[in-house]
Protein backbone atom coordinates (compact mmCIF):
# COMPACT_ATOMS: atom_id res chain seq x y z
CA UNK A 1 0.00 0.00 0.00
CA UNK A 2 1.08 3.81 -0.44
CA UNK A 3 2.89 4.54 2.45
CA UNK A 4 2.17 8.59 1.39
CA UNK A 5 -1.45 7.53 1.17
CA UNK A 6 -1.79 6.00 4.64
CA UNK A 7 -0.25 8.85 6.53
CA UNK A 8 -2.58 11.36 4.47
CA UNK A 9 -5.30 9.29 5.83
CA UNK A 10 -3.61 8.86 9.67
CA UNK A 11 -3.33 12.97 9.77
CA UNK A 12 -6.54 13.55 8.20
CA UNK A 13 -8.36 11.04 10.98
CA UNK A 14 -6.25 12.76 13.60
CA UNK A 15 -6.72 16.31 12.28
CA UNK A 16 -10.56 15.61 12.53
CA UNK A 17 -10.01 14.79 16.49
CA UNK A 18 -7.55 17.22 17.08
CA UNK A 19 -9.80 20.34 15.31
CA UNK A 20 -13.09 18.95 17.04
CA UNK A 21 -11.09 19.16 20.51
CA UNK A 22 -9.59 22.73 19.69
CA UNK A 23 -13.01 23.78 18.43
CA UNK A 24 -14.68 22.73 21.19
CA UNK A 25 -12.01 24.66 23.72
CA UNK A 26 -12.26 27.81 21.88
CA UNK A 27 -15.98 27.93 21.23
CA UNK A 28 -16.77 26.69 24.76
CA UNK A 29 -14.64 30.01 26.46
CA UNK A 30 -16.10 32.72 23.59
CA UNK A 31 -19.57 31.33 23.92
CA UNK A 32 -19.66 31.00 27.63
CA UNK A 33 -22.17 30.66 29.71
CA UNK A 34 -23.38 28.37 27.08
CA UNK A 35 -21.00 25.01 25.59
CA UNK A 36 -20.60 24.33 21.94
CA UNK A 37 -22.61 21.16 22.52
CA UNK A 38 -25.46 23.22 24.40
CA UNK A 39 -24.97 26.23 21.43
CA UNK A 40 -25.45 22.96 18.85
CA UNK A 41 -28.29 21.61 20.33
CA UNK A 42 -30.18 24.92 20.68
CA UNK A 43 -29.30 25.62 16.77
CA UNK A 44 -30.63 22.06 15.95
CA UNK A 45 -34.21 22.13 18.01
CA UNK A 46 -34.48 25.94 16.67
CA UNK A 47 -33.65 24.62 12.83
CA UNK A 48 -36.38 21.50 13.56
CA UNK A 49 -40.42 22.00 13.36
CA UNK A 50 -41.40 22.94 16.91
CA UNK A 51 -42.68 21.53 19.45
CA UNK A 52 -40.06 18.86 18.13
CA UNK A 53 -42.01 15.91 19.05
CA UNK A 54 -39.21 13.88 21.51
CA UNK A 55 -35.64 13.59 22.72
CA UNK A 56 -35.17 10.90 20.17
CA UNK A 57 -35.56 13.22 17.46
CA UNK A 58 -33.00 16.14 18.63
CA UNK A 59 -30.98 12.71 19.85
CA UNK A 60 -30.96 11.43 16.13
CA UNK A 61 -30.04 14.89 14.50
CA UNK A 62 -26.75 15.66 17.10
CA UNK A 63 -25.71 11.95 16.33
CA UNK A 64 -25.81 11.16 19.96
CA UNK A 65 -27.12 9.35 22.47
CA UNK A 66 -30.52 9.62 23.89
CA UNK A 67 -28.73 9.99 27.94
CA UNK A 68 -26.57 12.71 26.54
CA UNK A 69 -29.31 14.69 24.85
CA UNK A 70 -31.82 14.34 27.57
CA UNK A 71 -28.80 15.69 29.89
CA UNK A 72 -27.93 19.19 27.41
CA UNK A 73 -31.72 19.70 27.08
CA UNK A 74 -32.40 19.50 30.89
CA UNK A 75 -29.35 22.03 31.01
CA UNK A 76 -30.71 24.29 28.71
CA UNK A 77 -34.18 23.69 30.22
CA UNK A 78 -32.99 25.14 33.58
CA UNK A 79 -31.45 28.49 32.00
CA UNK A 80 -34.92 28.96 30.11
CA UNK A 81 -33.51 28.12 27.19
CA UNK A 82 -35.96 25.05 26.44
CA UNK A 83 -39.20 24.16 27.31
CA UNK A 84 -40.70 20.72 27.32
CA UNK A 85 -44.36 19.15 27.96
CA UNK A 86 -45.72 15.97 27.60
CA UNK A 87 -46.42 14.67 24.09
CA UNK A 88 -50.34 14.56 23.22
CA UNK A 89 -49.40 11.56 21.26
CA UNK A 90 -47.18 9.31 23.47
CA UNK A 91 -47.52 10.73 27.50
CA UNK A 92 -43.69 8.73 27.77
CA UNK A 93 -41.89 11.12 25.44
CA UNK A 94 -41.76 15.23 26.09
CA UNK A 95 -42.03 17.70 22.96
CA UNK A 96 -39.17 20.20 23.19
CA UNK A 97 -39.77 23.87 21.97
CA UNK A 98 -36.98 26.61 21.86
CA UNK A 99 -38.51 30.02 24.32
CA UNK A 100 -38.00 33.23 23.13
CA UNK A 101 -34.99 33.77 25.53
CA UNK A 102 -33.04 31.33 22.94
CA UNK A 103 -34.00 33.19 20.04
CA UNK A 104 -30.49 34.97 18.99
CA UNK A 105 -30.28 39.23 18.78
CA UNK A 106 -29.30 40.49 15.34
CA UNK A 107 -25.85 41.37 17.36
CA UNK A 108 -25.03 37.44 18.49
CA UNK A 109 -26.00 36.48 14.70
CA UNK A 110 -23.84 38.86 13.49
CA UNK A 111 -21.01 37.05 15.80
CA UNK A 112 -21.76 33.86 14.41
CA UNK A 113 -21.01 35.08 11.12
CA UNK A 114 -17.67 36.50 12.07
CA UNK A 115 -16.85 33.13 13.88
CA UNK A 116 -17.49 31.15 10.06
CA UNK A 117 -15.67 33.87 8.22
CA UNK A 118 -12.60 33.38 10.64
CA UNK A 119 -12.43 29.97 10.65
CA UNK A 120 -12.86 29.36 6.67
CA UNK A 121 -10.98 32.00 6.42
CA UNK A 122 -8.86 31.26 2.70
CA UNK A 123 -10.61 28.34 2.38
CA UNK A 124 -13.01 28.86 -1.21
CA UNK A 125 -16.15 27.46 -1.83
CA UNK A 126 -15.10 24.28 -4.23
CA UNK A 127 -12.72 23.82 -1.15
CA UNK A 128 -15.89 23.76 1.02
CA UNK A 129 -17.58 21.70 -1.28
CA UNK A 130 -15.04 19.14 -1.37
CA UNK A 131 -14.66 19.08 2.48
CA UNK A 132 -18.26 18.38 3.32
CA UNK A 133 -18.11 16.12 0.45
CA UNK A 134 -15.18 13.90 2.62
CA UNK A 135 -17.04 14.39 5.62
CA UNK A 136 -20.49 13.16 4.51
CA UNK A 137 -18.87 9.92 3.12
CA UNK A 138 -16.43 9.66 6.13
CA UNK A 139 -19.98 9.89 8.42
CA UNK A 140 -22.14 7.23 6.21
CA UNK A 141 -19.10 4.89 6.02
CA UNK A 142 -18.87 4.87 9.98
CA UNK A 143 -22.01 4.36 10.65
CA UNK A 144 -24.51 4.93 7.16
CA UNK A 145 -25.78 8.08 8.44
CA UNK A 146 -25.69 11.33 7.10
CA UNK A 147 -23.93 14.89 8.63
CA UNK A 148 -27.13 16.70 7.08
CA UNK A 149 -30.87 16.97 8.55
CA UNK A 150 -32.96 15.17 5.96
CA UNK A 151 -35.02 17.41 3.47
CA UNK A 152 -37.67 19.57 5.19
CA UNK A 153 -36.31 18.94 8.62
CA UNK A 154 -33.69 22.17 8.80
Known amino acids: MDTSADHTREALFAGVLLLANRMQREYDSRLAPLTLKQWLA??????????????????????TTHQNTSKLLRALEA???????????DQRARTIAVTPAARMSPEQEEWGQRMLDELYAGV???????????LERMSRNLCGE?????????
Open 42 to 63: LAVVDNLPQPVPSVGVIARALG
Open 79 to 89: RGLLESAPSPE
Open 124 to 134: DKQELATCLHV
Open 146 to 154: SLLPPKGEG
